[in-house]
């Protein structure tokens, strides 16, 4: 699995951190994978898009099959939230509705 692209919007909020879409080996895209931080804000983890069922029900609409697979993109995906969020501060961020849109094209290429 190769992630080929990465966009990413960072959000200030106290739980929800960021959204993500990323394409892997450039044919499949998912959009709507969020970085949420936990009640004691010690940890962070993905959440994987999801619709909800006429019973209310949230069921994902992509998941990873193997757990050392859901780790490997989580420790990528918030890896590069913290460099995003580093990076905030050198001008590479443009805000635009309370949100911030990653757009250094040579940062995400050099990190995947």
């Known amino acids: 699995m190769k992630i080929t692209s990465v966009k990413i919007k960072l959000f200030d909020n106290e739980k929800f951190k960021a959204e993500i879409a990323i394409t892997i ?30 019973f ?7 998941h990873l099959t193997n757990e050392k697979a859901r780790q490997y993109l989580e420790a990528l995906l918030i890896e590069f939230y913290y460099k995003c969020i580093k990076d905030k501060n050198q001008k590479q961020i443009f805000k635009k509705d309370n949100s911030f849109f990653y757009k250094n094209r040579n940062f995400i290429n050099s990190f995947i």
């Not at 044919?27 to 006429?54: A, T, W």
């Not at 209310?56 to 992509?62: A, K, P």
């Open 56 to 62: 209310g029900q949230r069921h994902d609409v992509f």
């Open 25 to 54: 080996n450039d044919l499949l895209f998912i959009d709507n994978i969020k970085i949420i931080c936990d009640k004691q804000k010690s940890k962070y983890f993905l959440s994987m898009p999801s619709i909800k069922n006429s």
